[in-house]
């Protein structure tokens, strides 16, 4: 929700069609950074868009940003503080990306911008999870935060690659392993509205070939690893894609050496050996197939990223599917 156009009806509007949850896009409570960021609203504006949806008993989760024009770690310390004081129930924070076409993407000079540099940003991510932890709020995926309880359904089933229906302008949905996007325009969404309640069908939806098994394979694996608390249950890649492509992921994570590198967490049982050795007469998970490859995987093992790996994350999970154990490699549910 913008919040310079939220309003208390807005919000009693929402709670009255059973919406429960309201996303404000505070950015930061900094006027100063707002401008520079070109945000038409202001920090005394985003306080109340909160107050107003708590106001109409919606739960809140609010929208940061770090890696702003000009941006210091204490200005960025300060919008969490008086983020996290405004108790809402989910957080989410952002570094800003430059993209071409888009006003930092022309106007950016590598060493000539008012945007923090890389490792700032990064120490900003830390001070994120410092800071909102000690308000009680978890980090759970690379870039949201909640209290236990309030992490947002929706980003569970987006990053588990699940299914989902959205609508709005530009909306992206997932049906039937089928990804389309709505047009982004109004005038063409309207248009493709009326041609969808005229024939009764979403052409859209229809004009888009269904993913592949290996395609799948590296969207689940591509997005999963983003969930932090969860990461990707290799007993659930088993029964999706088969035994076999969760072997290929313990191989890829081995050969890699993620798990010594800190960037991934250990995917064996203290003791169950490693890198295709048995372990001292460990046995392979339930789901597996009898391996010595995979004797002493733990039953409940997933390839979950560490605090430094979240850093790294298209780093680690490209460098984990391009290895060679994927050639070839028969899909099918387990």
């Known amino acids: 929700m913008d919040p310079g156009t939220f309003s208390g009806a807005k919000a009693a509007a929402l709670a009255g069609a059973g919406v429960t949850r309201a996303s404000i896009g505070v950015q930061a409570l900094d006027d100063a950074l707002l401008g520079a960021a070109n945000r038409p609203h202001t920090a005394a504006e985003a306080v109340e868009a909160v107050g107003r949806a708590a106001a109409a008993g919606l739960a809140v989760s ?7 024009p000009g941006q210091s770690r204490g ?13 809402p129930t989910h957080v989410s924070a952002y570094a800003l990306e430059l993209h071409a076409g888009t006003r930092w993407g022309r106007t950016y000079t590598a060493g000539a911008s008012p945007l923090p540099g890389e490792a700032a940003v990064v120490a900003m991510v830390d001070d994120a999870t410092e800071v909102l932890g ?4 978890a980090r759970y995926e690379v870039s949201n935060w909640a209290v236990p309880g309030a992490e947002a ?10 299914g989902y229906y959205a609508v709005g302008v530009g909306a992206t949905s997932y049906v039937a392993r089928r990804r389309y996007t709505r047009p982004p325009s109004l005038g063409a969404y309207y ?15 229809a004009e888009v070939a269904p993913s592949t098994d290996a395609e799948e394979l590296e969207d689940t694996i591509l997005m999963g690893t983003r969930l932090l ?17 969760a072997a290929a992921t313990v191989a890829s994570v081995e050969r890699l ?14 003791g169950g050996g490693g890198g295709g050795g048995g372990g001292g007469g460990a046995t392979p ?48 549910p387990g």
């Open 153 to 162: 359904v929706h980003n569970g089933v987006y990053w588990r690659n699940g």
């Open 75 to 87: 200005a960025w310390r300060a919008s969490l503080a008086a983020a996290a004081a405004l108790r």
């Open 134 to 137: 000690a308000a009680g709020l």
């Open 62 to 68: 609010v929208d940061l940003m770090c890696g702003l």
């Open 229 to 245: 608390s969860t990461g990707i249950p290799l007993a659930r890649l088993a029964q999706r894609f088969g035994a076999p492509a």
């Open 191 to 205: 248009a493709y509205v009326g041609r969808v309640v005229a024939e009764g069908v979403d052409a859209v939806h």
């Open 257 to 270: 050496g993620l798990v010594q590198a800190g960037l991934v967490h250990p995917l064996r049982a203290p």
């Open 285 to 332: 998970p339930p789901w597996a197939p009898s391996t010595l490859a995979l004797a002493g995987v733990a039953a409940d093992a997933a390839l979950r990223l560490t605090p430094a790996g979240a850093l790294v994350e298209s780093s680690v999970v490209g460098a984990v599917l391009c290895e060679d154990v994927w050639e070839g490699l028969r899909l099918g």
